[in-house]
């Protein structure tokens, strides 16, 4: 086992790592820019290094200056979280180039899976179903014509490297195929310094599934079930659910074998998110992210395992500590994304929190490093917190959730707790009918 953990990340999921070594007996070190030298996991950690100024390129995105900070205070492990360098394949060679442990998966599968085209070439060797479109890249209008022929319109044109929405373009026919091609290259080039795109079918009203699975890198893979995301403002997750109220039995356990399987073949390990849309019964890959997701809490919830535990675990070579009998999946769980946010506009709005009261219960979780009197940065994701509910099935917990969304209170800044405390007295949500264009459309009728 690891002697001392680098968190490389910071917020909310920098404190939920943070708890996961203490627990583990393990040593931490907090690095931070200056922007957060308040912030509670540094507060809390056993040793904290500041590796620059607020701007993410010059603190969280600064590889040498972690490496360093590895370096100065001996750790031997480096836990990225999310977002920032989680899926940086070169970040990954540069830690095993000093003996330091990424505690995630090999930078070659963070490749193979950061390039949107090679990993759903991977996704169909692997027999895992994909959406039909490109087997590549393509830049000829020509071609892009004679695939969205073939597929059938509506088609949607993605960024090879992209994420989040950017680079992403619909053509509802023929007449729209040129000028979304041309754009959808000119925002992937200018988002993410590579304009290669390709061409997949356009689902009209599928949920957004998402499958956790974890390998131990040695040919041995689990999946720890599914999470529904299929609430979405702008291709960002708002509201995720464990399990997806649109599964029965039967369809959990095929995808998830599926998954399990793909990832004990392809040798990989630590956690992954194996991402679908979803409809009419059929599973369509999308992507997959090598790292843990925001949404791990309600995995947690659901299974009783400790996710980064298990993190740890795998990197440090202690393989999996379970088998796929051991799963049970014993209730629901809803996530609420508590943002620093406009309720309406969705504008930022940093500043000061002058109180900040969690609600509490049975079946009530907060992952939040937030506290009254801390100052929101203007520099980074308006995440600030949040609101995990179980119960024992979906009713229970959104008899629960409302509770606690009532009782949940931040004073000095706008959240989004006013879409939550509208989304979960909505019909069509108590329902569990919903799919991934839902939230903007409900949006744009009460403006």
Partial sequence: MFQKILIANRGEIALRILRAAKELGIQTVAVHSTADADAMHVRLADESVCIG?????????????????????????????????????????????????????????????????????????????????????????????????????????????????RGMKVARSEADLEMALATARTEAGAAFGDDAVYIEKYLQKPRHIEVQIFGDGAGKGVHLGERDCSLQRRHQKVWEEANSPALNAEERSRIGDICAKAVADLGYSGAGTIEFLYEDGEFYFIEMNTRLQVEHTITEAITGIDLVHEQIRVASGGGLSVTQDDVRFQGHAIECRINAEDPRTFAPSPGTITHFHTPGGLGIRVDSGVYSGYRIPPYYDSLIGKLIVHGRNRVECMMRLRRALNEFVVDGIKTTLPLFQDLVGNQDIANGDYDIHWLEKHLAAHD
Wanted: aromatic share 6%; charged share 20%; with cysteine.
């Fill in 53 to 165: 100024p607020p701007a993410s390129r010059d603190s969280y995105l600064n590889i040498h200056q972690i490496v360093a900070a590895c370096e100065i205070t001996g750790a031997d492990a480096v836990h990225p979280g999310y977002g920032f360098l989680a899926e940086n394949a070169k970040f990954a060679d540069i830690l095993a180039a000093h003996n330091i442990t990424f505690i995630g998966p090999s930078g070659d599968h963070i490749r193979v899976m950061g390039d949107k085209i090679e990993a759903k070439r991977t996704a169909k060797r692997l027999g895992i179903p994909v959406v039909p479109g490109s087997d590549g890249a393509v830049s000829e209008e020509g071609e892009a014509k004679r695939i969205a022929a073939e597929i059938g319109y509506p088609v949607i044109i993605k960024a090879s490297a992209g994420g989040g929405g």
